[in-house]
């Protein structure tokens, strides 16, 4: 096990009717507040009614910026930038699941800084100040109510890039299972893609003696897994909600972290994937993640067949290995299909005349992952494998 230092701020409010605690928790942060969401669907169920009201019952002017879309933009980021400052925003509220709380923190950062807040996903600045952000999550999905991470895609280029940083953790996310009632199952299981793939970047480590935090993986990969099939089969069900929700957060909270290194390769790629085409980032990563596998597995046979026991209770043969590694891989590719997932690009009509395209921008600042470093030609013999 390495080093580590382990901390997280976000206070969390777990719970059915939780969002009506969201005026006073952001009063704690200021009387003018930025109200940010995405297409409108928290007003259509009556989400937006009830956040509105207990954010005028705590004395709070509302300013709104709605319209972030799947693969949050540069340009609205830049827009809530402009509002923010002209506004003299205090604290901004996110409603809506990662896109919405990534769009958030893109602008919670770009506020004030005096350069391209596109700089802080270069690498040319780093994050020192922010305002502060709250979140009400409405899709089990991306862990960005607890993470320090935003993710955003540059319509110039099509690049999709991240910043990271402890003090863009949102200041407190609630999270009511019951909101995530009325979403379409491709999202559901879109989401369920995206936490289980932040969990299996953190799995698979070249670190060695990580027992406890391989067992805490492997414990939450179960539970969504067997909560997913339970939400398709029950949208209403609330202790099926209730656990993948969770799980999301813990997936992406760095617990699962500590003491390991991470790859990262397979999101890095699926960006490239997302950024261009604009695909769900769940359905890319059900695509791109089982190539990978496929690709890397025999850097640690071992770590794959552990991986087949005990997540996917394969029966292991002890003479082979290998056998039992690449049967936990398509045992994932065929849980990925029964929930609806696609497991090509093929499935997404995904042409194959920008494949190097990807593997060229996924490669420009250097090789890409941990467990194995990937560079152009990797990446793209991944990409075709995923085809």
Request: some cysteine; aromatic content about 8%; glycine content about 8%.
């Amino acid at each position: 096990m390495d080093n580590f230092t382990f901390r997280n701020t976000t206070k969390i409010i777990f719970g059915k009717d939780t969002e009506s605690q969201v005026g006073s928790e952001t009063a704690r942060y200021g009387n003018k507040i930025l109200l940010h969401y995405g297409s409108g669907s928290i007003k259509k169920y009556e989400l937006y009614d009830r956040i509105l009201k207990s954010l005028k019952d705590a004395g709070l002017e509302i300013i709104e910026l709605g319209g972030v879309q799947p693969n949050p933009r540069l340009g609205l980021v830049k827009e809530g930038i402009d509002l923010c400052r002209r506004e003299k925003i205090d604290f901004i509220l996110a409603v809506g699941g990662g896109s919405a709380i990534d769009s958030a923190k893109a602008i919670a950062v770009g506020v004030p800084y005096n350069g391209d807040v596109w700089d802080f996903f270069t690498g040319k600045a780093s994050v020192e100040k922010v305002i502060p952000v709250g979140v009400i999550l409405t899709i089990a999905a991306a862990g960005s109510e607890s993470s320090g991470n935003s993710v955003i895609t540059n319509e110039e280029g099509l690049y999709k890039r991240a910043v990271g940083s402890d003090i863009l953790r949102p200041r407190f996310a609630i999270l009511n299972p019951e909101i995530t009632y009325t979403l379409p199952p491709n999202q559901t299981t879109c989401g369920v893609s995206d936490i289980m793939a932040h969990i299996m970047e953190r799995y698979f480590t070249t670190v060695k003696e990580v027992d406890l935090t391989d067992r805490l993986c492997e414990a939450t990969l179960k539970t969504v897994i067997n909560n997913a099939l339970i939400v398709l089969e029950e949208p209403k069900n609330y202790a099926a909600r209730a656990e993948i929700m969770w799980a999301g957060t813990i997936a992406h909270n760095d617990l699962l972290s500590t003491g390991r290194i991470g790859d990262w390769a397979s999101h890095q790629i699926e960006h490239e994937l997302s950024g261009i085409y604009d695909v769900p980032h769940g359905a890319g990563l059900s695509t791109i993640f089982p190539a990978w596998m496929k690709y890397v597995y025999k850097k640690d046979p071992e770590k794959f067949a552990q991986f087949a026991v005990r997540v996917w209770n394969v029966e292991p043969d002890f003479r082979d290995v290998e056998k039992t590694a690449l049967e936990g891989i398509k045992r994932l590719k065929d849980f990925y299909k029964e929930i609806g997932l696609p497991v090509t690009l093929k499935e997404m009509n995904i042409p194959y005349d920008r494949l190097e395209e990807m593997a060229e921008k996924c490669t420009e600042e250097g090789p890409r992952g941990n467990f194995v470093k990937l560079n152009k030609n990797d990446v793209l013999e991944i990409l075709m494998m995923a085809r």
